[in-house]
């Protein structure tokens, strides 16, 4: 993520900050990568250990490219021809960051010594795909919950029959109206003016 993060402000800067508002959502889809290769990371690279850093490095630069091309694709059928608008190169910033991600575990993990069990390796690379479901659906509940605890007030305006006009309401009056609430309900109720001084803070 951070590899990510890094690149993409020095993209950004290079477009005098064009596009930094796709940040959220860059972030949002990289994480799932970033954690999914996290869990599996260590299974992908003591999946091609040989004498020869040469091979290990060719085979780290091919799995990255292929699991994030897998993944763009999947990024891309949710959300459809809106991938397209991101202002930076998403797929590269992704690769280069599964690069670097794997090369720290090849260079941190020590040595293994025996082969590991075909078992245990496909259950490890199976780690991959349900890592991004957990991590996904996770980040969704989040996201719902936290919208639902922050959800605004719902309100009610009451306004005097035959009025026509604007109708204003000014917060933060301390001589304004106290508020009113009804069946969990915020009431406005409008006067003849039109304009409501409420000492309800402005949200």
Do not use: H
């Not at 936290?146 to 005097?160: D, H, N």
């Amino acid at each position: 993520i951070l590899t990510c993060l890094i690149a993409m402000t020095i993209v950004l800067f290079r477009q005098n900050w064009f596009g930094k508002g796709d940040t959220y959502a860059f972030i949002l889809w990289t994480v799932p990568l970033a954690v999914g290769l996290a869990v599996t990371g260590r299974t992908i690279v003591y999946l091609f250990r040989t004498s020869s850093y040469l091979l290990r490095l060719l085979f780290i630069i091919l799995i990255s490219g292929l699991l994030s091309f897998g993944w763009a694709y999947c990024v891309a059928l949710v959300l459809g021809p809106w991938i397209g608008a991101f202002s930076f190169p998403i797929l590269y910033l992704w690769i280069g960051g599964s690069i670097l991600q794997l090369l720290f575990l090849e260079w941190r993990l020590p040595k293994q010594t025996e082969k590991s069990k075909t078992s245990k390796v496909i259950l490890g690379l199976l780690l991959f795909p349900l890592t991004l479901i957990v991590v996904i659906i996770s980040m969704y509940v989040f996201s719902f919950a936290s919208s639902y605890l922050t959800r605004p007030e719902r309100e009610t305006y009451l306004i005097p029959e035959g009025y026509k006009g604007t109708v204003l309401v000014i917060f933060n009056q301390p001589d304004g109206e106290k508020p009113e609430y009804e069946n969990s309900r915020r009431i406005y109720r409008i006067p003849a003016t039109g304009v409501l001084f409420t000492q309800l803070k402005d949200e």
